[in-house]
T-cell receptor, first 110, second 113 residues
Framework: DAKTTQPPSMDCAEGRAANLPCNHSTISGNEYVYWYRQIHSQGPQYIIHGLKNNETNEMASLIITEDRKSSTLILPHATLRDTAVYYCIVNDNAGNMLTFGGGTRLMVKP | DAGITQSPRHKVTETGTPVTLRCHQTENHRYMYWYRQDPGHGLRLIHYSYGVKDTDKGEVSDGYSVSRSKTEDFLLTLESATSSQTSVYFC????????????FGQGTRLTVV
């Protein structure tokens, strides 16, 4: 079973920030939080990951709560091309298999 | 983009025939994975490999076998294809040295008729 819980769908207006939540209350101390997205029928694409500190890259920001039981992926200025399914995954980055849950289907609307 | 190629990209085959899908990487990554994706089920792991000749089963391995005789190639074989194996198959690679998790191929759409 997936170790994360995400809302099945969300809408966001184009140009606004998209905040995608993820619950991972059973995360272990050595597990990272990873975010991937899958646009239409393409292969999943890495977005960002973090252990306990907040992280930012050119695509998104990742906010992890102090107790590490939940996180939020932030797309600061969503565009129509950000419409995709977003997956939150916990993994120890030691080669163990990624377990995908249902993800959140984000629809960015004009 | 990471060097990962799946072949073929599309295939239609008949029930009962053997089918082999190939995943080829140029990144020298240790770990390779095969997933299938079906509507309503998301991505599910079939088999994975943690080195040459080292493989293990995932959650939906029945009806599939894999082989990894070289670091760069991970083969998925359907010994006798069934209609329930109609799916989109994704290969992924990863290495613990990576800071970007796993890289996925573009997928193989397999139809068993």
């Amino acid at each position: 079973d997936a170790k994360t819980t995400q809302p099945p769908s969300m809408d966001c207006a184009e140009g606004r920030a998209a905040n995608l939540p993820c619950n991972h209350s059973t995360i272990s101390g050595n597990e990272y939080v990873y975010w991937y997205r899958q646009i239409h029928s393409q292969g999943p694409q890495y977005i960002i990951h973090g252990l306990k500190n907040n992280e930012t890259n050119e695509m998104a920001s990742l906010i992890i709560t102090e107790d590490r039981k939940s996180s939020t992926l932030i797309l600061p200025h969503a565009t129509l091309r950000d419409t995709a399914v977003y997956y939150c995954i916990v993994n120890d980055n030691a080669g163990n298999m990624l377990t995908f849950g249902g993800g959140t289907r984000l629809m960015v609307k004009p | 983009d990471a060097g990962i190629t799946q072949s073929p990209r599309h295939k239609v085959t008949e029930t009962g025939t053997p089918v082999t899908l190939r995943c080829h990487q140029t990144e020298n990554h240790r770990y390779m994975y095969w997933y299938r994706q079906d509507p309503g089920h998301g991505l599910r792991l079939i088999h994975y490999s943690y080195g040459v000749k080292d493989t293990d089963k995932g959650e939906v391995s029945d009806g599939y076998s894999v082989s990894r005789s070289k670091t760069e190639d991970f083969l998925l074989t359907l010994e006798s294809a069934t209609s329930s194996q109609t799916s989109v198959y994704f290969c992924a690679i990863s290495d613990h040295r990576d800071r970007e998790g796993a890289f996925f191929g573009q997928g193989t759409r397999l139809t068993v008729v």
